[in-house]
């Protein structure tokens, strides 16, 4: 049985699963920071505004919201956010692999990054050494970029 909202003519998003009109626009892919936060948990939250902060204090940067993420980029992002129901998701970018209790996972997202987890649930998880690990990732984001741009240059020629 359709619901009233599906008996006008659309369609169903494949991703996101909103009912589409047929001549609306839709673009599941572009949220915003507000919209992906609006659910969260005071403590989460109170995480999320420090974690904001703190890595705006880094210097220049572009913070924007994507499908179901927070980028901090600089040439390149450097790290992300995805706020989940009960812990925020914090992934970030460094030219070397660590081993801490805090880190829950690690993968080599390129041959010169390294992609580390940590999972965030309350605001005074960021503090060192999660705060010095994003300043290093801000840090060394541009230089890991350019490198990893002049070796692709160097190959093909």
């Not at 890991?144 to 190959?155: C, F, I, M, Q, V």
């Given at each position: ?26 673009d599941c ?92 649930t ?36």
């Amino acid at each position: 049985m359709k619901t009233a909202q599906q008996s006008r003519p659309g369609r169903e998003c494949y991703h996101c699963h909103q009912w589409v009109g047929e001549k609306e626009k839709h673009d599941c892919w572009t949220t915003t920071e507000k919209a992906l936060t609006a659910g969260l948990s005071e403590d989460l939250m109170d995480a999320w505004e420090r974690l904001r902060e703190t890595a705006g204090e880094f210097g220049e940067q572009r913070i924007y919201a994507s499908h179901n993420s927070v980028m901090f980029s600089r040439q390149a992002c450097y790290f992300f956010v995805r706020p989940k129901k009960r812990v925020l998701e914090v992934w970030f970018f460094l030219g070397r692999k660590l081993k801490a209790p805090m880190v829950r996972q690690t993968l080599q997202s390129s041959k010169l990054k390294v992609a580390h987890l940590v999972h965030i649930t309350h605001r005074d998880q960021v503090e060192p050494p999660l705060t010095e690990w994003l300043k290093e990732a801000f840090d060394t984001s541009d230089f890991l970029t350019s490198k990893a741009k002049a070796k692709g240059r160097l190959k093909k020629g």
